[in-house]
T-cell receptor, first 113, second 117 residues
Framework: GNSVTQMEGPVTLSEEAFLTINCTYT??????LFWYVQYPGEGLQLLLK?????DKGSNKGFEATYRKETTSFHLEKGSVQVSDSAVYFC????????????FGAGTRLFVKA | NAGVTQTPKFQVLKTGQSMTLQCAQD?????MSWYRQDPGMGLRLIHY???????DQGEVPNGYNVSRSTTEDFPLRLLSAAPSQTSVYFC????????????????FGSGTQLSVL
């Protein structure tokens, strides 16, 4: 079945450091890939998405590229801020299995001033 | 705009009690779903619906029932609560029903924190 694996956290960085959160997936069909972010006490919200191979999703300085050859969708940001502290979830939505969205376990990011 | 509204925000139950978690959306979304969030396990799909009158099971459906009588509402019922159901529950919806596309994002409610003693 479909699955998403992302790096375990927590990840602790200093402000202005470079961020990478790794995500790999297994899927049948032609999935779209997503990164969602969860701030404390809130529900998840979409950060960015990519719908086909080689697409790059970007938002708020975050980027991720859909790599079909390595089945990966790593999240990157060149300079993190304290306000980026949150939990980040990689997810896929496939056109098989009822179009369900499958999530990774989440990676908690702490950014220190 | 209200978006996806979940009630209650917090609930404490005793083992064996029943309750219903409410979810309503005002975006005319055909697709609705329930997830539970547990530490280290991410979000796991409980049940989902692609339109009024249509529901199906997700990864962890045991102990939960759903129904979808209207487009707006998708309640989740715990028939006999167990400590293993202590979790944070999220309702999420998206555009599209049986014709949903893979690139449609999910809109989430703010969650219900449930403790079963």
């Amino acid at each position: 079945g479909n699955s998403v694996t992302q790096m375990e956290g927590p990840v602790t960085l200093s402000e202005e450091a470079f961020l990478t959160i790794n995500c790999t997936y297994t899927a049948t069909g032609y999935p779209s890939l997503f990164w969602y972010v969860q701030y404390p006490g809130e529900g998840l919200q979409l950060l960015l998405k990519a719908t086909k191979a080689d697409d790059k999703g970007s938002n708020k300085g975050f980027e991720a590229t859909y790599r079909k050859e390595t089945t990966s969708f790593h999240l990157e940001k060149g300079s993190v801020q304290v306000s980026d502290s949150a939990v980040y979830f990689c997810a896929l939505r496939s056109n098989t299995g009822g179009f369900k969205t499958i999530f990774g376990a989440g990676t908690r990011l702490f950014v220190k001033a | 705009n209200a978006g996806v509204t979940q009630t209650p925000k917090f609930q404490v139950l005793k083992t064996g009690q029943s309750m219903t978690l409410q979810c309503a959306q005002d975006m005319n979304h055909e697709y609705m779903s329930w997830y539970r969030q547990d530490p280290g396990m991410g979000l796991r799909l409980i049940h989902y619906s692609v339109g009024a009158g249509i529901t199906d099971q997700g990864e962890v459906p045991n102990g939960y029932n759903v129904s979808r009588s209207t487009t707006e509402d998708f309640p989740l019922r715990l028939l006999s609560a167990a400590p293993s159901q202590t979790s944070v529950y999220f309702c999420a919806s998206s555009y599209g029903g049986t014709g949903v596309r893979t690139n449609e994002k999910l809109f989430f409610g703010s969650g219900t924190q449930l403790s079963v003693l």
